[in-house]
């Protein structure tokens, strides 16, 4: 069974940190481009960020550059996303995703639907 298990979410004060992890097992992602995305609560879920199968390349949205730190480590299949100065409007539920179609070493897609597996989604709440 092919699982993504996203841990890590929690309450944090403003201006503090959290590191989520995504945990994969049932198959190897190591192919695969890793993707972070969010939904805070009467919002579309949103990409966040991104790391290419090849871990050379990653990309963030506009409001967490500079405070949000993407990375792979392979050899244990899991993600990480680092956040760095959170802030009130950080407050949604995360989702770890993979996208194996994708086969450009460098290609951080933003688009949900390229993304074919999903963690169950752990919660972040930061308050002011």
């Known amino acids: 069974q092919v699982q993504l298990v996203d841990s890590g979410g929690g309450l944090v004060q403003a201006g503090g940190s959290l590191r989520l992890s995504c945990a994969a097992s049932?198959?190897?992602?190591?192919?695969?481009?890793m993707g972070w995305f969010r939904q805070a609560p009467g919002k579309e879920r949103e990409f966040v960020a991104a790391?290419?199968?090849?871990?050379?390349?990653?990309d963030y949205t506009d409001s967490v550059k500079g405070r949000f730190t993407i990375s792979r480590d392979n050899a244990k299949n899991t993600v990480y996303l680092q956040m760095n100065s959170l802030k009130p409007e950080d407050t949604a539920v995360y989702y770890c995703?993979?996208?194996?179609?994708?086969?450009?070493?460098?290609?951080?897609?933003?688009?949900?639907?390229?993304?074919?597996?999903w963690g169950q989604g752990t919660q972040v709440t930061v308050f002011s």
């Open positions: 995703a993979a996208d194996s179609t994708t086969t450009t070493p460098w290609a951080t897609p933003r688009e949900l639907y390229k993304y074919n597996y």
């Open positions: 049932g198959r190897t992602f190591s192919r695969d481009v």
């Open positions: 790391i290419s199968w090849s871990g050379l390349n990653t």
